[in-house]
């Protein structure tokens, strides 16, 4: 599987961005896809995941309630929704797979990893 994220930018605190991980290869809808991200000087942290069929997502606690993750296998894509968008989640974002039923946040697991994208939120 190969991964793209892409849609990152720059936009002001409380605005919005979506984001995409765009996949190829075989069997994508089999896969686990989560989001992380890596702000300079940080460890890289958990965002959110879902589940392969899309019915169970699982989020860190930094972005509960403000992002949300959904996918389309038909177009072999996952969307990261993020709303109400703070100066502490300007990062790095990157997309994750892997091939797992259920939902987990443990970024050494994942197996195939997309290139990132950059967001960066203004005061």
């Known amino acids: 599987v190969q991964l793209q994220a892409s849609g990152g930018g720059l936009v002001q605190a409380g605005g919005s961005l979506t984001l995409s991980c765009a996949a190829s290869?075989?069997?994508?809808?089999?896969?686990?896809v989560g989001w992380f991200r890596r702000a300079p000087g940080k460890e890289r942290e958990f965002v959110a995941c879902i589940s392969w069929s899309g019915a169970t997502t699982y989020y860190g606690d930094s972005v509960k309630a403000r992002f949300t993750i959904s996918r389309d296998n038909a177009n072999y894509t996952v969307y990261l929704q993020m709303n109400s968008l703070k100066p502490e989640d300007t990062a790095v974002y990157y997309c994750?797979?892997?091939?797992?039923?259920?939902?987990?946040?443990?970024?050494?697991?994942?197996?195939?990893w997309g290139q990132g994208t950059q967001v960066t939120v203004s005061s």
């Open positions: 994750a797979a892997d091939y797992y039923l259920g939902v987990h946040p443990v970024a050494s697991s994942y197996d195939y």
């Open positions: 290869g075989r069997a994508f809808s089999d896969y686990l």
